[in-house]
């Protein structure tokens, strides 16, 4: 059974950083694009963040570039998000995905994490 299990959400201030991680097992994913997704209350989940399976290429939302990094690392079958300078506007529901169904930028992925909350106080 597959599972993506995601850690490192927390309550922080405008400015503060946060790494998030995801942690998969029962399968390995490192011929996979995994992404971060969020979602605010009454909102759509959102495009964060993409890798391919090496982890070279990498494509972001322009409302997190230059402020989220993703990376992996696959002999941990491990996937992070690196937030600094978070805003307000971050608030959200995080979630991990992997394996693209269609286009990555979509949340048509064949897995998911449960989420974890990351909240930005101003």
């Known amino acids: 059974q597959v599972q993506l299990v995601e850690t490192g959400g927390g309550l922080v201030q405008t400015g503060d950083s946060l790494r998030l991680s995801c942690v998969a097992s029962?399968?390995?994913?490192?011929?996979?694009?995994m992404a971060w997704f969020r979602q605010a209350p009454g909102q759509e989940r959102q495009f964060v963040a993409a890798?391919?399976?090496?982890?070279?290429?990498?494509f972001y939302a322009d409302s997190v570039k230059g402020r989220f990094t993703i990376s992996r690392d696959n002999a941990k079958n491990t996937l992070y998000l690196q937030m600094n300078s978070l805003k307000p506007e971050d608030t959200a529901v995080y979630y991990c995905a992997a394996h693209a169904r269609t286009n990555i930028y979509k949340p048509d992925y064949e897995y998911w994490g449960q989420g974890t909350q990351v909240t930005v106080s101003s």
């Open positions: 890798n391919t399976g090496t982890g070279i290429s990498t």
């Open positions: 029962g399968r390995t994913f490192s011929t996979s694009y």
